[in-house]
């Protein structure tokens, strides 16, 4: 059992006759789903219908017992998984409509053209091979192309940005399109479209021109003449992603222009095929006073400029995909352009594929977080899904964790990653409890046993390993960044894996280092966003910006995030501010401790191979957990200058070792 089949497992248990008066390809795959997986009453008729109806929307459906109807075939699949899963999971079907938040749902891939994936932990890019082999395409790339349309396709995900946002400037060549050609063809009948990530200065990198400024006619030609060409190769394609002077990317104000007219000159090139432009939000410019401010700066002057086919696509909180941020101001607040939320579902902050961290928990925060921007209810998901706003079009994304792995994601848990993703992209109002419950259910239930050990596997397995996904976040922050620190990781490698709130190399730009977040010194630690501070706070709408403001009525979450507090400040249940950092890191190991414990228990409910692999890296995270604890309060105490209370169990590791070393390259 090496879980390679994720959460498709299931096999009929009776037959069914599936009748539908349209025939595709798409239709043929709903079909043999339906037949392959059927768990409803034995010799069950099912009609598939494909009709206009106006309380259906987009590619949503209306199923019952024995009818699955929508507007568009892909609606019938995603009627048709829709079935299946209740079927698996026990849940009710009854006359319901299911309508899709978004209208696009996308996984960005961080692949290299090399095959290598950027911050990605399940071995190779599943797209791209070493140079060597070039772009050629054999027929086991096509079969797992297959079987990774098939799995985004049962969770409504509906399309894919093939490469990494630090996009190679080879992506638009002819040949390489044509590998993109390729995979299309594969994944076109799961209803999964194409996207690709481009170097802004293409024209001058491929194309010969001596400019890749956005307002030049030839320049502007171009960039018409390569849509032309992918369109013709491509012809459901969904568009570009944009990482634009970021990071060192090229953009349009290396020629002195807005990021709307970087953005509007390729929207304009795209519209006439219904294309998009996926424009990030991920900007920051060397030693900035506070780095979290900077896309809220640089973007709310543009609000109303963009094209309505330009979606700015924003990271879930303002700084990095950080184990805990608040959610970006710009959420609510650019009113007059589509905003869709980037989330990561790959661990580069949160203990890579080596850490079982359920990230569904920290997603359905996000989505949930109040805006304010339009009253009360403003949440992030409704100022994202057109609720309130008259978005042209929707979106989400999430930066995929998928790899050559046998299981895909490197961690068998990471799957509910990939899961999760999805099922909140249909449904930004699902629980992170539901969807960990359904994925338990369709991935790990005993198939064979049904009947008589059911009950037993819901009480000792289903039950309990529920309840550590559900804490598994909330623990990852404790031991990590507890109280609103961020990105304190060690640098020696830049794998943002183990602790480093030492880092900090000469001549190294000073938003790189972790002392620009943490600000531990004598007198105290925490970055201080207040007015007093670097203002960012003001980015946010009331009530929420008093509410960060004053130190009364923080959340003690994100306490640090946003304030700079002595070591003896009070916190609300009476202890010390260093007293309760050294109590939360302690917590945030024990609770993996314990997360051992509930797993080792649920040994007889599984199979052997992915209870002994997940028992592995259980316990290497719990000597990762004790690392971050011992080497973040060792290196706070030099400033705190205070003992770690006496009934904590004290550190093991030297901070001078810990300082030495890279997490990621021992004690696997
Ligand atoms: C950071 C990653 C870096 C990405 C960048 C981005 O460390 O690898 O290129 O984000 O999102 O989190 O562009």
Redesign the pocket.
């Known amino acids: 059992e090496d879980g390679h089949l994720l959460w498709l497992r299931a096999k009929s248990t009776g037959k069914v006759t599936i009748v539908c008066f349209s025939k595709s390809s798409t239709i043929a795959i709903a079909k043999q789903e339906l037949e392959q997986s059927w768990q409803g009453k034995n010799g069950a008729k099912l009609l598939l219908t494909i009709k206009k109806s106006k309380a259906i929307k987009g590619d949503g459906f209306k199923i019952s017992e024995n009818e699955i109807q929508a507007n568009t075939e892909l609606g019938i699949l995603y009627g048709a998984y829709e079935l299946l899963r209740r079927q698996q999971t026990g849940e009710a079907i009854q006359n319901e409509i299911c309508n899709p938040s978004y209208e696009r749902r996308i996984l960005n891939h961080?692949d290299n053209l090399d095959g290598s994936v950027?911050?990605g932990y399940a071995g190779k890019s599943i797209f791209w091979h070493d140079m060597e082999k070039g772009y050629a395409v054999t027929d086991n790339d096509r079969i797992l192309w297959k079987e990774y349309a098939r799995a985004n396709a049962s969770i409504g995900i509906n399309g894919a940005v093939l490469n990494?946002?630090?996009s190679s400037k080879l992506m638009l060549t002819t040949e390489c399109l044509q590998k993109v050609k390729a995979i299309s063809e594969v994944m076109r009948p799961y209803g999964i479209k194409t996207y690709l990530s481009v170097k802004f200065s293409s024209p001058t990198l491929i194309g010969g021109l001596k400019t890749s400024d956005p307002l030049n006619s030839e320049v502007i030609k171009w960039w018409k003449d390569k849509a032309k060409e992918i369109h013709k190769i491509i012809p459901d394609f969904g568009g570009f992603l944009i990482?634009a002077n970021?990071?060192g990317e090229p953009g349009p104000q290396d020629f002195g222009r807005t990021h709307a007219d970087g953005a509007n000159m390729l929207a304009d090139v795209v519209k006439p095929y219904g294309g998009i432009i996926m424009w990030?939000a991920?900007v920051y410019e060397i030693n900035s006073k506070d780095r979290a401010a900077q896309a809220y700066n640089e973007f709310m002057p543009l609000d109303g400029q963009f094209r309505d086919n330009v979606i700015i696509q924003v990271?879930n909180g303002p700084v990095?995909?950080q184990p805990r941020e608040p959610f970006n101001p710009l959420f609510g607040a650019m009113k007059k352009t589509s905003v869709m939320p980037e989330l990561?579902i790959t661990q580069?902050?949160l203990g890579h594929s080596e850490q079982l961290v359920y990230l569904a928990k920290m997603w359905e925060e996000f989505l949930k977080s109040d805006t304010h921007q339009e009253g009360v209810g403003s949440t992030v998901a409704r100022t994202t899904d057109a609720s309130i706003f008259p978005q042209k079009h929707t979106a989400i994304a999430g930066?995929a964790n998928i790899g050559l792995d046998t299981n895909w994601c490197g961690h068998h848990f990471a799957q509910s990653n990939w899961y999760a993703f999805g099922r909140m992209a249909w449904n930004n109002q699902i629980t992170s409890e539901k969807i960990a419950d359904e994925w338990l259910k369709l991935t790990f239930y005993p198939i064979e046993e049904k009947d008589s050990k059911v009950s037993d596997w819901k009480k000792n397995f289903l039950e309990p390993v529920k309840q550590l996904m559900l804490e598994s976040h909330e623990a990852a922050v404790n031991y990590s960044m507890p109280l609103g620190l961020h990105h304190i990781f060690a640098g020696l490698n830049?794998t943002?894996y183990g602790p480093g709130p030492w880092f900090g190399p000469k001549g190294i730009r000073s938003d790189w280092t972790a002392a620009y977040y943490h600000k531990a010194d004598a007198s105290g630690i925490g970055f201080d966003r207040t007015e007093k501070g670097s203002g960012a706070v003001n980015q946010y709408h009331e009530p929420l910006k008093s509410q960060f403001e004053n130190i009364e009525t923080c959340p003690e979450i994100y306490l640090l995030w946003f304030h700079h507090l002595p070591w003896d400040y009070k916190m609300k249940n009476e202890r010390i501010l260093w007293d309760e950092l050294c109590y939360t890191y302690d917590k945030g190991v024990k609770e993996v401790r314990e997360f051992q414990k509930i797993w080792d228990k649920a040994q007889p409910y599984i199979d052997e191979q992915r209870f002994f692999e997940v028992q592995s890296k259980l316990r290497r995270q719990s000597r990762d957990a004790q690392i971050w604890k011992d080497g973040c309060l060792l290196y706070f105490q030099q400033f705190s200058k205070r003992p770690i209370p006496f009934d904590i169990e004290r550190p093991v590791y030297n901070l001078d070792y810990l300082s030495k070393t890279d997490l990621t390259d021992y004690l696997k």
Request: aromatic share 20%.
């Open positions: 961080w950027e911050r990494n946002v630090n990482k970021s990071e990030r991920f990271k990095d995909f990561q580069e902050y930066v830049n943002h």
